[in-house]
Structures are given as structure tokens and as C-alpha cells.
């Protein structure tokens, strides 16, 4: 008799089959995992080998006298198949930045950043229109795209979003002019306008009252005897004629001299966009805050209870305007805090009057909130015998404060509502984001 010979039955085969597809179902996304770790390994040492050629070229530069630029290109040899772009550019320390875009086998990859803080890898895309705040914590959460456009988290008790960094991908289209987004508070995006609209007052009285030097109250308020206290001239003059369109408002310098209004006010498309925020106007106490600087101190003094006036009488704390920590309105002014996260400088998140070897005001390095002329701030700084004293930041970088009646730059800050929709843009100042309101 023939010997019968044994075969896979169907049953066995689709076995087999389902088996075969579970094994591939599993290695492949680890066979795809390690391809991208290579990928993403090789295309960052080669951007650490140039990080560290710029460097080297830079530093010998300076010690020969030579002027050249530093570039990719002449630090080291770069294959032209395996990358698309390569730009250096090198900060007052010598410490290089990169940003390198490849192709071939790389495409699709990038490196950005400094040898401290390098990310490489493929940059997720995200679809716009989309809300501001969701938008922006997405920008965040990738770490390639969160170097790329200048994004960090601060170190306070809130953990804001923030945007920093010398000149970070944060431009907006407002109001037909360029602003910039701050960052990210609670449910609602910050800006800030991208040029002053003028020097002004923060505040200014008569020669009888903190003899001439102002009040350090942004809102409204009443006095020790019930009458009604409208507020700071300038946060009348933001509030009232840059939203509100009302030319009869004036703008004061010392002893309520009239000075001459900017001409700039909002449009209705813009105005549809600002939030009626609850704007924290507690003062920095000179006493004990202001004596180390702490980052994070005066946040939690810029949003606590201590107000503008530790003074009851003398020449310069005479008025009797009672003082209050929050204001709802439309439009501010920035926090000192902002200016101080805004640098890319680590020490400015423990000290914004850290001062370098050669006594220079370390804050101002690497900050697109710096600005060359001295700015107003928000908040009042309280010290005994005197209740005119406001927050700002010198020309020169350092955080100070003066007297309300003082003429300064000004820049006005808003929140946008929480529904404010990014329609389109890239947040670069040549292709800002623009905004429109969602339902």
C-alpha cells in the first residue's frame, strides 16, 4: 500500500498566517522605532560636529583679528545629498546655534538648537485654523517645534507657556500692525504691540499732590473721603481713547501739563478680539522682594495683596487714593516677570538684576522684550515715603522703578479672548499669525 503523506489542513494555514501577521503587526513598529532613533542619532552628531567646528572656528577668529562669518560651510565639509539647509548663527558668548534641515536620507529630519539644548527628530504637523491656546501648548509639546519657534515653560507655581529667546516665532497680525504673544496665562493667549505708541506718563497730578510725581493706582478707586478715583492718566488714556476711540481723553506729563496723544487707536476687528481681563495689581514691596530680585517672588508679588502705598503723609505720599491689587479692563501693560522670562538666560528665572563681570545687566541678553529705551511696567513699587514709585526696565536692561509722572515708552498689552481662533501664519514677522474669533 501506498504511504499516505500528511499536508497543513486550512485551519493550520490561516494558523500559520495569523501568527505570521501578529509577528509583523509587533516588529514592525520597533523595526520602524530603531530606523527613526538611527536616523534621529546620526543627523544630531552631525550637528554637534558642527556646533562644536563654528565654535573653534569662532574663538580662533578672535584670537587672529579675523572678521569672517561663520558658517556651516566653512566649519566643516557637509554632505550636499543628506542636507537641505545649514544656518550658524553665534551669540555674544561664542555659544553656536544651529538649524539644520536634511534630505535624501535624512528628509523629512532636523536639528535646532545648542549643545545644551538640541533637539533633532521630525517635526509634527499641525493643521491650522485652531485655537490659540490649543495651538501654541501643541507647539509646546514637540520638543523639535518647541526650540524651533522659542517656547518654555516658566518656573513659578503656574507653569505658564511662554514665549523666549531673542527674536522667537511669536509675531501676530493685530490691529493691521505687528504684535507679539507673551505667552500662554490660564485659558487666554497675552501680546504685546511690537513698537511703542509713545513716551507718556504712567501718572501725573498737581504740584499739591505727591508734589507733582503722580499715584501709583492703575484703576479705578475711591479716595479716604468716598469720591470716586478714576484711575492712572495713562490707563485712562489706553482704556478710554486707544479702545474706546474717545479723543476728548488727554495725556499729562509732570503737574498735569497737557502733552500732546498718539495718534494710534484700535479697530473694530481687533477690539472684537480683547478679553475684559482681570488684570493682578500688587505691588513689589521695596523692604524685602526688591532687595534680592527674585524672579519668582515678585511674580507671587505682582498677583498678592500688598498695595501701592506704604506711606500715610509726607511731600511725596500725600494723596489720599485707596489702593487695589486687581483691575478689569481692556488694555495694560506687561509684568517685569515677563521681561524677565523673556531672556534665554537661565538666571533670569532666580534673578532679573543679574549683573555679568563687566557690570552689565545679564536679563537684556537674548531677549526680544528688551528694549533700548526705558520702559513702563504694570505694576506699583511700594516703599516708605513715597507713593508715585512704578516698576520699569532701563535702556541699559535694568529693572527699576520711577516716578509716575516720568515720560516712557510705552507698549500695550491685552489678552485675547479665549476663543480666538489662528487662522493661518508661521509666527515668523514675515509671515505672522493671524487671528480671528471662533464660535
Not at 414 to 427: A, Q, T
Request: charged share 25%; hydrophobic share 30%.
Amino acid at each position: 500500500m501506498r504511504k499516505k503523506k500528511n499536508a497543513f489542513t486550512l485551519i493550520e494555514l490561516l494558523a500559520v498566517i495569523v501568527i505570521l501577521a501578529v509577528i509583523l503587526v509587533i516588529s514592525i513598529p520597533r523595526i520602524l522605532d530603531v530606523i527613526e532613533t538611527s536616523k534621529k542619532d546620526s543627523i544630531k552628531s552631525s550637528a554637534r560636529m558642527i556646533i562644536n567646528s563654528a565654535e573653534k572656528k569662532n574663538m580662533i577668529d578672535k584670537v587672529n583679528g579675523s572678521t569672517e562669518e561663520v558658517t556651516c560651510d566653512n566649519s566643516v565639509k557637509l554632505s550636499k545629498e543628506d542636507y537641505e539647509s545649514c544656518k550658524i548663527t553665534i551669540d555674544e558668548e561664542g555659544k553656536a546655534t544651529i538649524n539644520l534641515v536634511g534630505k535624501g536620507k535624512f528628509d523629512g529630519y532636523k536639528c535646532i538648537g545648542t549643545n545644551d539644548n538640541l533637539a533633532c527628530g521630525q517635526v509634527e504637523s499641525i493643521t491650522l485654523p485652531l485655537n490659540g491656546k490649543e495651538y501654541i501648548e501643541k507647539l509646546y509639546n514637540n520638543e523639535l517645534s518647541r526650540i524651533e519657534n522659542g517656547l518654555k515653560k516658566d518656573n513659578t507655581e503656574d507653569q505658564n507657556i511662554r514665549y523666549y529667546g531673542s527674536n522667537p516665532n511669536n509675531y501676530v497680525r493685530f490691529n493691521n500692525e505687528l504684535w507679539r504673544i507673551i505667552g500662554i496665562f490660564g485659558n487666554n493667549v497675552k501680546l504685546i504691540r511690537s513698537e511703542k505708541i509713545g513716551n507718556l506718563s504712567w501718572d501725573s497730578s498737581d504740584s499739591t499732590i505727591n508734589s507733582g510725581f503722580g499715584v501709583n493706582q492703575w484703576g479705578e478707586s475711591k479716595d479716604a473721603d468716598g469720591n470716586n478715583y478714576v484711575g492712572a492718566n495713562l490707563q485712562i488714556y489706553l482704556n478710554k481713547r486707544y479702545y474706546g476711540g474717545d479723543t476728548t481723553i488727554k495725556c499729562y506729563s509732570r503737574f498735569n501739563m497737557e502733552k500732546t496723544c498718539p495718534t494710534n487707536i484700535l479697530d473694530d476687528i481687533a477690539k472684537t478680539l480683547i478679553d475684559n481681563h482681570i488684570w493682578n495689581t500688587g505691588a513689589i514691596n521695596y523692604n524685602s522682594i526688591a532687595k534680592s530680585f527674585d524672579t519668582v517672588e515678585f511674580y507671587k508679588a505682582e498677583r498678592g495683596t500688598l498695595n501701592g502705598k506704604m506711606c500715610s503723609s509726607g511731600t511725596y505720599c500725600d494723596d489720599i487714593v485707596t489702593r487695589t491689587t486687581e483691575w478689569t479692563g481692556y488694555i495694560g501693560l506687561p509684568y517685569v516677570t515677563d521681561y524677565a522670562y523673556a531672556s534665554s538666560e537661565s538666571v533670569c528665572e532666580t534673578n532679573m538684576k543679574a549683573q555679568d563681570s563687566s557690570n552689565n545687566y545679564i536679563c537684556k541678553n537674548n531677549n526680544w522684550m528688551y528694549r533700548s529705551s526705558t520702559m513702563w511696567y504694570l505694576s506699583p513699587f511700594a516703599q516708605p515715603a513715597y507713593a508715585h514709585s512704578v516698576l520699569l526696565v532701563l535702556d541699559n536692561g535694568n529693572v527699576n522703578y520711577g516716578k509716575a509722572s516720568d515720560l516712557y515708552s510705552v507698549y500695550p498689552s491685552i489678552y485675547l479672548k479665549n476663543n480666538v481662533i489662528i487662522e493661518s501664519g508661521n509666527g515668523t514677522s514675515s509671515n505672522p499669525y493671524i487671528l480671528k474669533l471662533g464660535k
